[in-house]
Structures are given as C-alpha cells and as structure tokens.
C-alpha cells in the first residue's frame, strides 16, 4: 500500500537554513546537509530546499548545497526557488535533485509547465502554488486566490482551476501553501487543502501551517493530500519524523516507518 | 571489474552514482563504480546499470543516440550474460515496446508492453514509498523483508511494465491492483522504483546486485 509522506522543508539562503515566520523574521537553523543527513536518518520520507533568496542572488551556492547533498542523501529531493527556465530545471537535476518546484514562472508562463513536463517528464515537475483566502461576503463559499513572488503579488487567479490547468499540462505534482497559514501554527487551510486535492489526480502536498502533529493528520484525512511539508515543528526539534509518523499511523494514516 | 552506470542524457546519475559506491563500501566489495557514456567502457564492465527518467520514447531515443550503447548491451548482457539492472525508465526499455505517447520498441529482454497503470480513483503519478509483494523468490531480495509489513521502496510513474509471461514478474506494489516493480529473467533485473532513492531497502537491493552472479 502507498503510504503517505512527511516532507520536511528547508528554507535555504545564501547556503543557510532559516524559517520564516510569514517570510520575515528569519531565523538561521544551520547547515542544509547536515540537516538533511539528520532528516535521512530520521526517516523522512522525501526533502524539500526552498531557495529563498533565489530571484535576487547567485544561485551558485545552491546548486553546492543541493550536489553536497545528493551525495550523502539516497532519498527524493525537491528543489524551488526561483526556477524559471528549462536550464534552472536542468541545472537543478543534474546536481542531484529529484524534482523542480516552479511556482512564479508558471503562472507568468503555464506553457513552461508543458515544456518541462515534456523535456524531463511529469515525474520531476512540480507546481507550486501559494495561495491566500480571498474576502467574501457572509455566507459566501470561500474562495481563494493565487499570489507570487513570495506572496507580494496577487494575481486573481483561482488555485482549484490554476491546479486543473498545471495538471493537464504535465505537472507531476502539486506544492500547496496556505500563505494565510504559513508559520500561523494553526494547521493547513484544509478546505483550500481539499478543493484543490479533489480537484486534480495528480499528488497534492499540503504546506502551510502546521504547530501540531495532529495537523499532520488533518491534512491527509481532511485535506485529502497526499504527503504533508512542515518545516519549524521538526527544524527546532519540537516533534521528531518519527513522532509525527507514528501520531498519523494511530490515527489511521498509512505510513512507513521503516 | 567494474560497475558500469550507463549514462545516455537521461537525468541525473549523481545519486545513482554515490549510492552504489556507498552501497559497494558497505558490502566491502571493492568495486569502481563509473558513470559512462562509452560503449567500450560498458563492454568491458563486470556489471551494468540502465537508469532512466522522464518517458519512454525519450529515453529510447537518447539510448538510441550514442553510437554503439545499444550493441554494446546487447554483447555485454544478452551474449556475455552480465548481470544487468535497469531502474525505472531503464527497466521499462526492457519490454518489447513501450506505449507512451507513441509506440516505440524497447530491448525486448522481457516480453511485454509498458502501458498505463490502470488505478481508477487513485493519484496518478504512483509517487511515493510501497511496499513489495514477492512472487516469487530472487538472489536480490536475499535479506530484505517485503510483504505488506516489509520495507519500502520509492516508487514515481504513470506506467508500468505487463510482462506476458507470469514467471518473469518477480514482485509488485499495492497500488489499486498488482503494480509491476521487479522483473527478471536469468542475468537481467528490472525495479519500477528507485533503489538509489529507497534508503534501507535501496542500498540492500543494490549490494545483492553488486554481489550476484546469475
């Protein structure tokens, strides 16, 4: 049986790792091998890099990151952050990483989504989407709308049909962030979550939230996501993989836990 | 004696790359690992790897590109019998014809297509770790606890291999019916999934190759 997947995720600048607390306030969480040696060992299910600094800086140190890490990591490795061609996505695999996350040059582009689909294959696309809940009126449904560039550009795009669109186009995958949950603690916008999940059949991450493990739960058995991304609740050593793993396979969550 | 990592454009070989030289340290087996574009260099190898990402006819036309990779193969593994394993898409290239997109030819060391998994209502791509059910026993899962309580093993594709005959599947993954993810036949081995991706299990696969003589 499939089981679902716990993806810890690094936030990487200039060859650190920070967590941002709605993308400010960062804080330095150490070296990304080392932490992805220890997340290895911990047995997470799969890696997450997020280039913070990526539209702004040089992406060199990345790419050493990513390489140094493909050495000692036999485990998926995703890489976003600023992937906005053909060579970012290729650069990127040939260092060592398993799948491209695009997210701004997707919705600028969605034709991008079916050039990388097609020159690498679904299996390392995926779409990255960022989304906040957008003002409705009482008794409204909620709605949602898609932001870029670190969630400081809106863009009137509603994530469910942008989540159709990528996944006829040959995304592999699909990198939910609630922006309005992101380092909240709350838990996921597990309505957001579950429109967008039910919506395509392509995998769906869920991100964006997490201050619990029961959160964890919720996002697979509510949000019907496929595998759940937390960074600070594992980085400042709050919950262990382990824990987290073995609080979703008591509620009912299939998981490995070799 | 070496292990030959055939590398044809087809993704990054980085990691495959490192996971055999960990794995071949840790089973103290004393063996260069190399990651190769040359024909000759195939040929002369003890053992081979064919590991593929990205689609069928992409992957068969990249191998297609280097001049003299696939004769090569074919002396090495089909006359010289070398133990051979393809990952992935590399296993996939072992079917007799691959239906993805278009119709393309594989190497036919397997009898079979390679079609669609037929999941109705499940996520497809497969992506993410599964369990193996064994059908029958291999040199190559020699240690290595499978069943639905067993280890695990990454798995990402939308196809997968139908062998024609039964006896050439040696174990599948749970996915919404029986998922292809082991096929062998005499010195060849094919995994669906990564094992240079699969920690536990992935390393002990790979060292029962770097160790097997069929």
Same mark, same amino acid.
């Given at each position: ?8 995720? =690094?936030? %990487?600048?200039?060859? *650190?790792? %920070? ?5 400010? /306030?960062? *804080? ?21 890099? =997020?280039?913070?600094?990526? #539209? ?11 390489? *140094?890490?493909?050495? $000692? ?17 290729? /650069? ?10 695009? /997210? #701004? ?17 679904? !299996? ?18 909620? *709605? ?30 699909? =990198? ?27 995998? %769906?991450?869920?991100?964006?939230? %997490?201050?619990? =493990? ?17 960074? #600070? ?9 382990? !824990?987290?793993? !073995? ?5 009912? $969550? ?5 | ?31 260069? +690992? ?18 593929? +990402? ?101 798995? +990402? ?21 029986? +998922? ?35």
């Amino acid at each position: 049986m499939l089981k679902a997947r716990v993806i810890p995720c =690094l936030d %990487v600048k200039d060859g *650190r790792v %920070v967590k941002g607390v709605n993308f400010v /306030n960062l *804080r330095d969480a150490g070296d990304p091998v080392e932490c992805a040696v220890a997340y290895d060992e911990a047995g997470a299910d799969e890696l997450c890099f =997020l280039d913070i600094a990526a #539209s702004h800086e040089d992406r060199g140190t990345l790419m050493d990151v990513v390489r *140094r890490t493909a050495e $000692v990591c036999f485990m998926p490795l995703t890489v976003g952050g600023g992937v906005r061609t053909l060579d970012d996505i290729r /650069n990127l695999l040939l260092a060592g990483a398993d799948k491209a996350s695009i /997210n #701004s040059a997707a919705v600028a582009d969605r034709d991008f989504v079916r050039a990388a689909a097609e020159k690498f294959g679904s !299996q390392c696309v995926v779409v990255a989407i960022d989304a906040k809940q957008a003002p409705t009126a009482p008794g409204e449904a909620p *709605r949602w709308e898609i932001f870029t560039h670190g969630g400081r550009r809106p863009t009137g795009i509603d994530p469910i049909a942008y989540a159709r669109e990528v996944a006829a186009l040959g995304a592999g995958e699909i =990198l939910l962030t609630s922006m309005d949950r992101d380092g909240a603690r709350t838990g996921f916008d597990i309505a957001l979550t579950r429109a967008v999940a039910d919506a395509v059949t392509i995998p %769906v991450i869920a991100s964006g939230g %997490v201050g619990t =493990l029961d959160h964890l739960v919720a996002g697979v058995k509510d949000g019907h996501a496929s595998a759940v991304l937390a960074a #600070s609740i594992f980085h400042f050593g709050e919950f262990t993989i382990r !824990q987290a793993k !073995q609080r979703m396979a008591a509620a009912g $969550v299939p998981m490995r836990m070799d | 004696m070496s292990v030959a990592i055939v590398d044809y454009g087809s993704g990054n070989l980085h990691s495959a790359h490192k996971a055999f030289e960990r794995a071949a340290r840790e089973a103290g087996l004393d063996l260069p +690992v190399k990651v190769t574009r040359d024909p000759d260099e195939v040929a002369r190898a003890e053992r081979i790897v064919l590991p593929g +990402v990205g689609a069928f006819a992409d992957c068969r036309r990249g191998l297609d590109a280097v001049s003299g990779m696939i004769d090569a193969l074919e002396d090495s593994v089909r006359r010289r019998g070398r133990p051979f394993l393809g990952i992935c898409v590399g296993m996939q290239l072992m079917a007799t014809r691959g239906l993805e997109y278009e119709v393309v030819p594989g190497l036919d060391w397997i009898a079979g297509d390679v079609g669609p998994i037929e999941a109705p209502g499940l996520k497809i791509p497969h992506m993410g770790w599964n369990t193996l059910r064994v059908g029958r026993p291999h040199p190559l899962l020699s240690g290595l606890a499978t069943g639905d309580n067993g280890l695990h093993a990454y798995f +990402v594709h939308s196809f997968q291999l139908y062998a024609k005959d039964p006896a050439d599947l040696v174990a599948t993954a749970d996915y919404g019916g029986p +998922v292809t993810a082991i096929v062998a036949r005499g010195n060849v081995v094919g995994t669906q999934f990564h094992p240079e991706k699969s920690q536990k299990l992935g390393l002990a696969f790979i060292a029962n190759f770097l160790r097997w003589r069929p």
